[in-house]
């Protein structure tokens, strides 16, 4: 059985020197709140663009150089989401020009639900007039120079380090399918909250040859859903990446969701619940970083692949049409964009190129998965593949939830009428978890 060596937080080798290490990293960040107000990506009760900003929004960029040469790319996103032709082009730009695999780079994004809409993400929930979708399209095509320009900063950053990695714990996130919100508070008071979570907060660290920490990636298993008004915000990751920058002056910090899409922090909806939330984060991640962690060493690879997760059923054109007439404006809009499709060659695929990636980075092994993965993935994998694997959602290619068997089954918003808003045509089959389960099994055991 595969295992990883890095559960505990206690270390099992004395601290080791960059120099010793091997490897070399460089960070850096590129601001990418919207220069004008523009839609707001999140929620669909959204009536009008921004009209502020609570925090700026950022890509940042982390290259890492192992001990035997092979270089990986990690950006994170302060963004709902991405869709697929967004996500080959910003990594199409990096691998072209910093002459990497595929493979070699994962983008990740936080999930908040304060920040702009992104070209086809979420592509049945807005309704934008001809200016708003301008600036939807200019901010998308700028995206690829913005993150690329992050990516080349955190190259000519590069220096020598130690890397290491633990993880933590904080439990704020509460599975929303079992638990109603206004029950949160006196459920949690009793210990009585219901349904599957993932506490753990994976860290890894990045220092220089004195110990000053350079760089700082971390990631959580819950929504970023904590605030909903009209500003442009990172919710508590961001919060969270604020509060440690603060800590450890010159470093940068990085974060990337997991398997939180039937996760929510609660209660919620104030700037001061979403300060908190990144506090509590934060703290973990400092917890961890105040230990002695085990250094990352030994071989490195890195796998991507894109499979094909079949959808339950491709409606017809007559469906099409008689739903395009739909009441329910949203049911409506999703129609009229499968219509479009059902024109282009090759009309609706049965199908999706689902985006399945792997790094092993020494004793670390990352698995990220494209999509609102629900948390019943990071659960099965580590208890099938080892209790240390990291496990992200929301990576490459955010096209919809990715309910397991057991939502699949149950429906509702992450099992089914979600899909509405993402545009694709039917729920998936009911093969969906095996298909994703299997091809994780596959790149793991290909190492």
């Given at each position: 059985m595969f295992r990883l060596a890095l559960?505990?937080?206690?270390?099992?080798?004395g601290p080791v020197s960059a120099q010793e290490a091997g490897w070399k990293a460089g960070f850096a960040a590129e601001k990418i709140t919207p220069p004008e107000p523009m839609w707001m990506s999140g929620y669909a009760s959204r009536t009008a663009p921004a009209d502020g900003t609570e925090t700026d929004l950022w890509a940042k960029a982390a290259v890492l150089t192992a001990?035997?040469?092979?270089?990986?790319?990690?950006?994170?996103?302060?963004?709902?989401?991405?869709?697929?032709?967004?996500?080959?082009?910003?990594?199409?730009?990096?691998?072209?020009?910093?002459?990497?695999?595929?493979?070699?780079?994962?983008?990740?994004t936080s999930h908040t639900h304060c920040g702009p809409v992104l070209r086809q993400n979420l592509s049945a929930m807005y309704f934008l007039d001809a200016k708003q979708a301008k600036l939807v399209e200019d901010y998308g095509a700028a995206l690829s120079g913005r993150v690329l320009r992050a990516v080349d900063?955190?190259?000519?950053?590069a220096e020598p380090v130690s890397l290491s990695a633990a993880v933590g714990t904080v439990g704020f996130a509460v599975n929303r399918r079992e638990n109603k919100e206004p029950d949160v508070p006196a459920l949690r008071e009793k210990g009585a909250l219901k349904g599957p979570t993932d506490h753990a907060v994976p860290v890894l660290a990045a220092r220089d040859a004195k110990g000053s920490l350079k760089g700082v990636v971390f990631g959580y298993a819950c929504h970023a859903t904590v605030l909903g008004f009209q500003k442009w915000c990172g919710d508590y990751p961001g919060f969270a990446q604020i509060e440690l920058e603060k800590a450890h002056p010159g470093a940068v910090a990085m974060f990337w969701a997991g398997c939180g899409a039937d996760q929510n922090p609660l209660p919620r909806r104030t700037v001061e619940l979403a300060r908190g939330y990144g506090k509590q984060l934060a703290d973990a991640v400092d917890a961890v970083l105040a230990k002695p962690m085990?250094?990352?060493?030994?071989?490195?690879?890195?796998?991507?692949?894109?499979?094909?997760?079949?959808?339950?059923?491709?409606?017809?054109?007559?469906?099409?049409?008689?739903?395009?007439?739909?009441?329910?404006?949203?049911?409506?809009?999703?129609?009229?964009?499968?219509?479009?499709?059902?024109?282009?060659?090759?009309?609706i695929p049965a199908d999706y190129p689902y985006p399945v990636q792997t790094w092993k980075l020494g004793g670390v092994t990352w698995v990220l998965l494209g999509g609102e993965v629900v948390v019943d993935y990071s659960l099965r994998l580590k208890r099938e593949l080892g209790a240390g694997l990291w496990v992200a959602g929301y990576a490459n290619d955010v096209m919809a939830y990715i309910p397991s068997a057991r939502v699949l089954r149950e429906g509702g918003y992450e099992g089914a009428t979600s899909m509405i808003y993402y545009g694709l045509p039917s729920v998936w089959g009911p093969e969906v978890e095996e298909r994703i389960v299997a091809e994780v099994r596959r790149q793991v055991g290909a190492k």
């Open positions: 559960v505990a937080l206690t270390a099992l080798a001990p035997d040469g092979k270089r990986f790319v990690l950006v994170t996103l302060d963004l709902v989401g991405i869709d697929r032709p967004t996500s080959v082009e910003v990594a199409k730009a990096i691998s072209d020009k910093h002459k990497l695999p595929r493979e070699a780079v994962a983008l990740a900063a955190a190259v000519a950053r085990p250094p990352v060493g030994g071989a490195t690879s890195a796998t991507y692949r894109e499979i094909p997760l079949p959808l339950h059923e491709i409606p017809s054109r007559e469906a099409l049409l008689k739903t395009a007439e739909s009441q329910n404006k949203y049911e409506a809009a999703r129609a009229k964009l499968l219509l479009k499709q059902l024109e282009t060659p090759g009309g």
